[in-house]
């Protein structure tokens, strides 16, 4: 019995964070358990009690599993947003908050609140959340919060964190970054009714690639490298891009940066939900259906069905190739398409021949090419809410040195 | 809804599996296999050992699936027409490839079957078995070390685990795993992944262990024969001042005494008095 209380009291403990409460905490938890109370429903009730005068935490330091923190932080920003819940439309909060260790987002679900951007706020009852493979914030029914002296809080810190492009998916608040840049395009684009030039293009590091928008002209040149301190990331069905403006500081650095492509697990694309120029490695699990030699409308590209376009009935069909598969490393799953001309080269047949061969010996073939095989695949990954797709730039089926490789995992069994 | 994960577990690992997390509403189901694979989808290739009509029509049939370590049994059903039917067209045995879901048949509290239900199958070669076993030696390598540097937490928890590369359901699956098993015999797994891989390369790990010990004992035999004829004078060597004298010259002690041993084996050397060593 006493160790099974010991496991509770340290779950307790190790919640509130606070050790000094050890020796009151095991002596009301024995008092419940002697009462016959059931040791799960004790620890609700005395986890409850002893969260409510914890320590605050700070915001780096929330793993995204604390059910009830108490935190002291600044709205930094502040949006709202109208969410259908349960059939019903109710207005919830969202933003970034800040305290002296860094920056996260919340959310706010609790109706009751309102917050207004720069107030300091005492936060009682919140919980953290892994969410798109960060930590965020959130206020629920059961969280109360304060409006509290600046004073309270003496500095957030905004300092730029210092960050690879393989962070972006997971940073919040201003960053500090150094880049080459790959390309440089202008555009003018109206604002608020006023006319503003805008540089955009993509830029990279050792770690991977990301798109960029500047919203002033620092003379960005391709080939140079820059450190921007004071941008944001922000993401676009997973691809990274960096934003910054006049406010920003970018200056040029005379060390050349080699920009690559690092080869992801699988899952850790999917958690990045996407990426340009991603290069990942596993095996065709599922060709689907669709695939191969099919023929699209002149008019919107569907792909025709017996000679007919869904929307405009029969017509003329233009031919095209393509394949649609999934590839899966055991980490991770992602559905890939590969276009035309890959697929040509990829099974050493032009289009034409294909159109002659047929549907069915097309599919055969791509099947034997590729179903069971392991690939390497290089593209532009974008991120949805069924997961991620590949447009593979480039695919290379590998050959696997079956003996080499079962001798190496032989020698690092030994070590294990 | 995300695409859930193909796991490559073997046989020998999945069927040992009794621990399930059972999706609530819209939510998946898992089985928590005892390296903590969080499973819901497998990727398997092996051999098709039967298939077995359940009903008249043919619209549910039982098949079995070998790998290296064990037997996976596959049920299909009306819902999958094409699977079952390639399944009942294919030769016996034959190597397959499939994707399929877990199933789980919990009949009582506490005890689970599980087995697959296929969502597509492929005829494939042995190369592509011969590739699967690899990967799946690779996961299950990767399974073993994540629940060691799981139990060298004080506090088993997924955070930290992801934290050292492991993806999330992986990390979850093996905290779950750390929680539900409680004696995990790793050793058992270990050897299971061995014997996996001597499969794909049985004539090499042979010819080598055979070759090396071989050559090596001739040479070390020569070399503690020299140190015995060196030390022994009228009255022999003392046994103890050979192996001193082997390890100084880079051998360790109990290659040195089987050296010794197999000398007296072959007659070079014999035992005058109990302890001492002389040529003969």
């Not at chain 1, 403990?13 to 009462?35: H, M, P, Q, V, Y």
């Not at chain 1, 009852?125 to 965020?136: L, M, P």
């Not at chain 2, 509403?25 to 990727?43: D, E, H, Q």
């Not at chain 2, 619209?59 to 290296?68: G, K, L, Q, T, Y």
Request: proline share 3%; aromatic share 6%; net charge negative.
């Amino acid at each position: 019995m006493g160790e099974d209380i010991s496991t509770y009291i340290e779950d307790i403990i190790s919640n509130i964070g606070d050790e000094t409460k050890r020796e009151a905490l095991e002596k009301e938890f024995k008092k419940f358990i002697e009462f016959g109370v059931p040791p799960d429903y004790a620890k609700r009730i005395l986890l409850g009690k002893f969260a409510k005068d914890k320590k605050r935490k700070k915001l780096l330091e929330l793993k995204g599993k604390e059910s009830s923190v108490n935190l002291l932080c600044k709205v930094i920003t502040i949006n709202e947003k109208e969410i259908t819940a349960r059939g019903k439309s109710k207005k919830i909060l969202y933003g970034l908050i800040g305290d002296e260790s860094g920056v996260l987002p919340f959310t706010s679900w609790n109706t009751s609140i309102s917050l207004e951007k720069g107030e300091v706020i005492e936060v009682k009852n919140a919980y953290a959340r892994e969410w798109q493979g960060g930590v965020q914030v959130n206020f629920g029914e059961r969280t109360v919060i304060e409006k509290v002296d600046e004073d309270r809080l003496p500095e957030i810190s905004l300092e730029p964190k210092k960050c690879k492009i393989a962070d972006l998916h997971n940073v919040f608040g201003p960053i500090e970054i150094t880049v080459k840049v790959l390309d440089v395009s202008k555009k003018e684009v109206e604002v608020d009714g006023e006319r503003r030039e805008v540089f955009s293009g993509i830029v990279g590091d050792d770690t991977g690639k990301a798109q960029y928008t500047a919203w002033h002209d620092f003379n960005l040149k391709e080939g140079e490298i820059i450190k921007i301190s004071g941008g944001y990331a922000r993401s676009w069905k997973g691809i990274p891009q960096i934003v910054f403006d006049e406010r920003c500081k970018v200056e040029k650095v005379d060390r050349d940066i080699e920009v690559c492509s690092r080869k992801l697990p699988i899952h850790k694309l999917v958690e990045m939900r996407g990426g340009i120029d991603v290069m990942v490695e596993g095996t065709v699990i599922e060709i689907k259906s669709g695939s191969g030699y099919i023929e699209r409308c002149p008019d919107c590209n569907r792909p025709t069905i017996n000679g007919e376009c869904k929307v405009h009935g029969k017509v003329n069909g233009i031919p095209d190739l393509r394949i649609k598969m999934v590839v899966d490393d055991g980490s991770a799953g992602i559905g890939v398409i590969v276009g035309r001309e890959l697929t040509e080269r990829l099974i050493n047949k032009s289009i034409d021949e294909c159109r002659q061969m047929g549907r069915d010996k097309v599919m055969e073939i791509l099947e034997k090419n590729l179903l069971t095989k392991r690939v390497l695949l290089k593209g532009n990954a974008i991120g949805d809410d069924f997961g991620t797709t590949l447009i593979a730039k480039e695919i290379e089926v590998l050959d696997v040195d079956l003996k080499g490789e079962a001798l190496n995992l032989l020698q690092r069994l030994e070590e294990i | 809804m995300k695409r859930e994960t193909a796991w490559r577990v073997f046989a020998g690992e999945y069927n040992e599996s009794n621990r399930v997390i059972r999706g609530e509403g819209k939510k998946p189901s898992y089985v928590i296999t005892p390296l903590g694979a969080k499973v819901n989808r497998l990727f398997i290739v092996g051999v098709l050992t039967d298939v077995e009509p359940l009903t008249e029509g043919n619209d549910f049939i039982r098949a079995h699936v070998s790998d290296p370590t064990g037997i996976y049994t596959l049920y299909s059903g009306q819902f999958q027409p094409e699977v079952t039917s390639t399944l009942l067209n294919s030769d016996i045995p034959s190597f397959v490839a499939l994707v399929g879901k877990c199933r789980i048949f919990e009949p009582e509290e506490g005890v689970v079957y599980v087995s697959v239900r296929p969502e597509a199958v492929y005829q494939v070669d042995g190369d592509a078995r011969d590739r699967w076993i690899l990967e799946t030696c690779k996961s299950t390598m990767e399974r073993i070390e994540a629940l060691r540097e799981a139990k060298k937490l004080s506090q088993p928890n997924a955070h930290d685990l992801r934290k050292l590369g492991y993806s999330r359901a992986l990390s979850e699956g093996v905290i779950e795993a750390v929680k539900y098993y409680k004696e995990i015999d790793l050793d058992k797994y270990i050897s299971m992944v061995e014997e996996a891989l001597r499969y794909l390369v049985p004539e090499e790990a042979e010819i080598k262990e055979e070759e090396g010990t071989q050559e090596v004992s001739d040479e070390i035999e020569n070399l503690v024969l020299g140190i015995i004829k060196e030390l022994e004078g009228e009255e022999g060597a003392l046994w103890d001042s050979i192996v001193e004298k082997c390890v100084q010259a880079g051998l360790d002690k109990s290659t040195a005494e089987e050296a010794i041993a197999a000398l007296l084996d072959k007659g070079l050397v014999y035992e005058p008095v109990l302890g001492t060593i002389k040529t003969t």
